[in-house]
C-alpha cells in the first residue's frame, strides 16, 4: 500500500515562491505506480492536474503553470518535489501528492492520494 505525505504548504504574497514535498513508503515506483503527480482543488470546483512526472523523468505539466512550477524527483529518499515560483493569487488551492499509472492529468491515472497541503497566495 503506498503512502504519501505532503508538506511544505504556506502562505505568500504574489510573486513568491513555495517548495512543496510528497515523501512516499518504499511502496511506491512499484510495478503498479509508473508515476507521482501534483494536484490541486479549490472548494467547490473540480481538482485539476497540476505536474506529473514518470519513474524514468518524462514530465506533464498543466498549462496554467508551465514556465512557472518544476516538478521533480528523489526516488532514493521516495520523495516528490513541485517547486513553485511566481505564485499568484489563482494558485491558492489544497495540493495533493499521487501516485498511479500514467502520465495524464487526470484523476482516473492515479490510484493513491495524500491528505493535501494548503498554498494561499496573497496579493
Known amino acids: 500500500q503506498v503512502q504519501l505525505v505532503e508538506s511544505g504548504g504556506g502562505s505568500v504574497q504574489s510573486g513568491g515562491s513555495l517548495r512543496l514535498s510528497c515523501a512516499a513508503n518504499?511502496?511506491?515506483?512499484?510495478?503498479?505506480?509508473?508515476?507521482m503527480g501534483w494536484f490541486r482543488q479549490v472548494p467547490g470546483k473540480e481538482r485539476e492536474g497540476v505536474a506529473v512526472?514518470?519513474?524514468?523523468?518524462?514530465?506533464n505539466y498543466a498549462e496554467s503553470v508551465k514556465g512557472r512550477f518544476t516538478i521533480s524527483q528523489d526516488k532514493a529518499k521516495n520523495t516528490l518535489y513541485l517547486q513553485m515560483s511566481s505564485l499568484k493569487p489563482e494558485d491558492t488551492a489544497q495540493y495533493y501528492c499521487?501516485?498511479?499509472?500514467?502520465?495524464?492529468?487526470?484523476?482516473?491515472?492515479?490510484?493513491?492520494w495524500g491528505k493535501g497541503t494548503l498554498v494561499t497566495i496573497s496579493s
Open positions: 499521487a501516485a498511479g499509472r500514467c502520465l495524464l492529468l487526470e484523476d482516473y491515472c492515479m490510484d493513491y
Open positions: 512526472i514518470s519513474r524514468d523523468g518524462n514530465t
Open positions: 518504499g511502496y511506491a515506483y512499484t510495478y503498479d505506480t509508473y508515476c
